[in-house]
Each structure stands twice: as C-alpha cells, then as structure tokens.
C-alpha cells in the first residue's frame, strides 16, 4: 500500500525553469495512455483550448478525464530507483491535477509529444525539477505547492483567502509509516533524510482555510485551482486533492479522482465536499 491508497480511505467521498530534453527509456515504462494523450490533443484542437487561461485550459483538460478509471500505486514502479511515469488511463487524485495542469502547459509550447508532456511533469513533480533518488518526489502536497511557487508555476492563494488561518502542524506521516512505501520499505537508509525534509516542509509559514469558511469564498476561487483537503490525520498535511470547476450555472464544484466512486468525476459544490468530520479546510494553489 503506498501513501496515495492510504489516504484513500481518508478522502472526501467524493519563474522559468530550462528543461532537459526528456527521452523514453526502453528499459522502464515511462508513458501509459498514448491513444489519450492523442486524443486530448485532437479535442484541444478543435476546441481551441490553446487559447484559454492557464486555469480555465488546465479545467478543460481535467473534464476532458471525468470518467476515467481511479487508479492508485501509479508512481511506484521500482523499489531501488525513481522514474519519472504518466499514466493517462487511470489516475488517482494527485496525477489528476498533475496531468491536467501539464497538459495545458504543454498546450501552449510548439513540441506536443509524450516526451515533451513528461519533460513538463518531471518539473512538477520533483523538488527544483531534478530527478534524484526517491525523496527528490514532492511527496506532500503542501511542499508540492511550495516548491512549485517558487518555480514560477501556480501561486498560494490561500493566505488571501478571507478567514485563512495559520496552517501549524508537523509532518511525520511519511517517518512513521515508511513500510507502507515500497521505497521506503527497501531502503531504511533512506529514512533520516525523510525526517530531515519533514522538519523543513514543517517549519513554513503556510496556511489554511478551515472549511466553516469556504462556502463565503467560493467567489474568490477560479477553474484550474488546485485543491488540497487539509486533514486531522496525525503528521500529514492534505489528505486528498482535487480541482475547481465553476460550471455553466456559476456552482464551484469539486473536479477529482473519487477512490469510492472509482473514477475522475465532477462532484457537488466544493464546500459540500468537506463535510467528512476528518477534513479541516483547504489549501489552494493557482495556476499562473
């Protein structure tokens, strides 16, 4: 069971960086969902979503996924190496956001291929953009907001959220429960540095908006934001993530990988996904 199916049972039913070019190893499976990736691409031709914000393109790529089959572990292919992968046919609610934000990304730069598309995730999803050993991975959602604030891609919008409140709580999910991380499982060596970055992500000014709060500020909230479901699970920060969508009536709803429904789907109003008694509030990061 790895961190992602773990916090499945928690969740609600419900600056320029210079990219390396990015080759497809034969040796591992890198890129899953090639006929997706195509048909995206076809469909976000013809609609023009080139043309849209970055937030109302990253919303149409997510709606473009409702449907597709929740699957978990997606990520964790090896246990002595990390390897950059996309799944397209399943995903869970991290790769959701994940693949859907890049997608548009990739929409608006000349190169659109699996290679590129992969290139665009690998900056995401480490830490500075770089590939190293397993804990290079932006595990936590938080530090994945943080770290990709600094590269220039989404900003913290929650602090300018009405009733935001300091976000105060150390991180030790990871540290306390690594036999539930194939990596972690196979290679204790690697544990100290887990603590080390736990104290680091725990020691930020972050913040939060209890969930009492955000019906007042749905209006302040746009397609494409990513949404982290803050916890009261002892040492983790978000327990489940999702995106956005405002739709054709104005209603800001909740765009996310259900792992009880067992598929993407375009759930109720946002504040109405907040009602588990284990979810405190939001975290939001804006695509820029």
């Known amino acids: 069971m790895t961190r992602r199916d773990l916090l499945s049972l928690t969740a609600c039913a419900v600056g320029t960086h210079f990219l390396q070019p990015f080759r497809l190893r034969d040796d591992v499976e890198t890129f899953t969902g090639r006929r997706t990736f195509a048909n995206l691409l076809d469909r976000a031709q013809r609609e023009g979503w080139a043309a849209l914000p970055i937030g109302e393109r990253t919303g149409a790529v997510a709606l473009a996924f409702v449907g597709t ?10 246990d002595d190496r990390e390897v950059c992968s996309i799944n397209l046919d399943g995903l869970d609610c991290v790769t959701l956001f994940e693949s859907s934000l890049n ?7 000349e190169e659109k291929t699996p290679e590129a598309l992969l ?11 770089k590939i190293d050993d397993y804990l290079s991975r932006l595990h936590y959602t938080s530090d994945w907001m943080f770290d990709n604030e600094k590269k220039g891609i989404v900003k913290i919008v929650t602090p300018d959220l009405p009733g935001a409140e300091r976000f105060e709580k150390p991180l030790s999910f990871m540290s306390e429960h690594a036999t539930v991380y194939r990596q972690l499982k196979a290679n204790p060596a ?13 020691g930020r000014k972050l913040a939060y908006l209890p ?6 500020a749905e209006p302040l ?6 949404i982290g479901l803050t916890t009261t699970m002892p040492g983790m920060d978000i327990s489940h993530t999702g995106l956005c969508y405002r739709d054709k009536d104005g209603i800001l709803r909740f765009l996310h990988a259900s792992s009880t429904q067992k598929k993407v789907v375009l759930d109720r109003r946002l504040s109405a996904c907040l009602s588990g008694e284990k979810t405190t509030g939001i975290m ?4 820029v």
């Open 211 to 216: 969930k009492g709060r955000v019906a007042k």
């Open 284 to 287: 939001v990061a804006r695509p």
């Open 119 to 129: 290139a665009l995730v690998q900056e995401t999803r480490y830490r500075d953009g």
């Open 69 to 78: 089959p929740y699957v978990g572990w997606t990520l964790e292919k090896y």
């Open 190 to 202: 690697l544990l100290p540095k887990v603590v080390e970055m736990e104290k680091a992500v725990s």
């Open 103 to 109: 997608f548009a990304r990739l929409l608006a730069q």
């Open 221 to 226: 909230l746009q397609t494409g934001d990513i």
